[in-house]
Nanobody, 117 residues
Framework: VQLVESGGGLVLAGGSLKLSCATSGSIFWYNAMNWYRQAPGKQRELVATITLGGTTNYADFVKGRFTISKDSPKNMMYLQMNSLTPEDTGVYFC????????????WGQGTQVTVFS
């Protein structure tokens, strides 16, 4: 299993970025896929989730600004980030979960997002 993020970079506050996560296998193999982020000196935190059925959920601090989506035929997941603020700076990680026969999690290597004002 391999998850590869891309799309990070440097952006001015108020701007947008779209992150992508490519999976090595079928995206249908995962029960849920997530975006996490980790700011310098802080713990990794959950940003957004999309389930196998397409249900989405967002952390309060990104609601209304970020959109998680997936393209199942392409085995891709995305995170559209709008109205970025310096507080959104961090390394963004793609995560995939498989719930049976036991909980398994898979991680990408992360992509850096830096928002400057």
């Amino acid at each position: 299993v391999q998850l590869v993020e891309s799309g990070g970079g440097l952006v001015l506050a108020g701007g947008s970025l779209k992150l992508s996560c490519a999976t090595s296998g079928s995206i249908f193999w995962y029960n849920a896929m997530n975006w996490y982020r980790q700011a310098p000196g802080k713990q990794r935190e959950l940003v957004a989730t999309i389930t196998l059925g397409g249900t989405t959920n967002y952390a309060d601090f990104v609601k209304g600004r970020f959109t998680i989506s997936k393209d199942s035929p392409k085995n891709m997941m995305y995170l559209q980030m709008n109205s970025l603020t310096p507080e959104d700076t961090g390394v963004y990680f793609c995560n995939a979960e498989r719930w049976a026969p036991r909980m398994s999690q898979y991680w990408g290597q992360g992509t850096q997002v830096t928002v400057f004002s």
